[in-house]
C-alpha cells in the first residue's frame, strides 16, 4: 500500500468517530477536512514547515500529533509539545491508533503512552547529515534538531562528539539524556563531554549519562 493510500486508510477509521472527543484522555483525531484546517494555522512552525506536518489532533492541550509527509521521516508521527521536549513517538499511523486504542482501554492520556525511546528506524545516514547541517544553522533550526536527535541510534559517535560540544546546551542536553536512556561503553567518551559541558543544565545530563553507562 503507498503512502497516499495509507493516510486514505488512517482517515476512514478517523470518520468513525471512535477516536474523537474523548477529551478525559487527550484523544481527539481529527478528520482530514479539520485535520487539514488546522495545519494550516501552524505552518509557521519549523517542524510543520520542514516536514510537509499534517496535524492529526486538537484535544485541548497545546500539544499536537503531527504526520511527518517528507524524507527521511515519511509516515512517522512526531508529538510536538508547546511546553516539553518534541520528539518522534510513533513509526506510523497504524502504531498512533494502537496506543489511542490503548488509551481508550486503560482509560491514559494518549501522551502517557508515548515510548520512552524515539523510533529510530528511518535511514540514520540521512538523519546524521540532516542533524549536522541544522545544528550549524538558525536557532529555529537547532529547534528542529532538538526533536530529530532523539531518533539517532547513537552509532554516529563523531556527530555526537559535535553535539555534546555545541555551545547551546540544549543541544549537548538531549544528546546526554538519550545516552542515560540507551547507555553503552562506546559512548563513554560522548557522556563525559556533556558532563564537562559549561552550562550546568547539560552537565548533569551528561553525569545521568556517565551514571547509566555504569561509571
Known amino acids: 500500500m503507498n503512502f497516499q ?41 519549523p517542524l510543520i514547515h ?31 509539545s508547546h511546553d516539553d521536549r518534541s520528539k518522534i513517538v510513533f513509526s506510523s499511523l497504524v502504531e498512533l491508533l494502537h496506543a489511542a486504542d490503548e488509551a481508550k482501554i486503560t482509560n491514559k492520556p494518549l501522551s502517557e503512552l508515548h515510548p ?4 529510530h528506524e528511518m535511514e540514520q545516514k540521512a538523519l546524521s547529515y540532516l542533524v549536522r547541517s541544522l545544528v550549524k544553522e538558525t536557532d529555529d533550526d537547532i529547534e ?17 562528539t559535535e553535539l555534546a560540544k555545541h555551545d547551546d546546551f540544549f543541544v549537548a542536553e538531549i544528546v546526554g539524556d538519550e545516552i542515560a536512556k540507551r547507555p553503552f561503553l562506546a559512548l563513554q567518551q560522548v557522556a563525559l563531554l556533556c558532563s564537562q559541558h559549561p552550562h550546568s543544565q547539560a ?8 551514571q547509566a553507562i555504569g561509571l
Not at 65 to 72: D, G, Q
Open 116 to 119: 520512552l525511546v524515539s523510533p
Open 5 to 45: 493510500s495509507v493516510i486514505a486508510s488512517y482517515f476512514d477509521v478517523i470518520s468513525t468517530g471512535n477516536y474523537s472527543n474523548l477529551h478525559q484522555i487527550d484523544l481527539n483525531l481529527l478528520e482530514l477536512a479539520a485535520s487539514e484546517s488546522l495545519t494550516e494555522d501552524f505552518l509557521f512552525h
Open 144 to 160: 528542529i534538531a532538538l526533536a530529530l536527535i532523539p531518533s539517532m541510534d547513537l552509532l554516529d559517535i563523531e556527530l555526537l
Open 50 to 80: 520542514t516536514f510537509d506536518g499534517l496535524v492529526l489532533d486538537d484535544a485541548d492541550t497545546s500539544n499536537h500529533h503531527i504526520l511527518l509527509r517528507r524524507s527521511p521521516f515519511e509516515g512517522y508521527i512526531l508529538y510536538l
Open 203 to 210: 552537565a548533569k545530563a551528561g553525569v545521568r549519562a556517565l
